[in-house]
């Protein structure tokens, strides 16, 4: 399984961004796509998940109602749309894969992770 995320740039603070996550070799029924962020200094966090389906998401506090996951109709791709981004929102953002039916908000519980994309927002 390979995942490419992309879209990561420099935004001032009350802009957007969208990142995407290109999922490959994918040979399982189900599973949940997941975005994460860690800020310099800080500990990696979870952002937004996604079951293949896409019934079933669930967004970090401070993502909700500003952040949102999607996949595309191929359920290869997963996007994160960030709306309102904050100078607190600036981390490196990962997308991550989880062979499971649960969306866990820990790390270690996901099996695949892609090689990140840097955010930056500007004050």
């Known amino acids: 399984v390979q995942l490419q995320a992309s879209g990561g740039g420099l935004v001032q603070s009350g802009g957007s961004l969208t990142l995407s996550c290109a999922v490959s070799g994918l040979g399982f029924e189900s599973y949940i796509m997941a975005w994460f962020r860690q800020a310099p200094g800080k500990e990696r966090e979870f952002v937004a998940g996604t079951n293949w389906r896409g019934g079933n998401i669930n967004y970090a506090d401070f993502a909700a109602g500003r952040f949102t996951i999607s996949t595309n109709g191929a359920k290869n791709t997963v996007f994160l749309q960030m709306t309102s981004l904050k100078p607190e929102d600036t981390a490196i953002y990962y997308c991550?894969?989880?062979?499971?039916?649960?969306?866990?908000?820990?790390?270690?519980?996901?099996?695949?992770w892609g090689q990140g994309t840097l955010v930056t927002v500007s004050s």
């Open positions: 991550a894969v989880d062979r499971n039916y649960v969306i866990y908000r820990f790390d270690r519980n996901y099996d695949y």
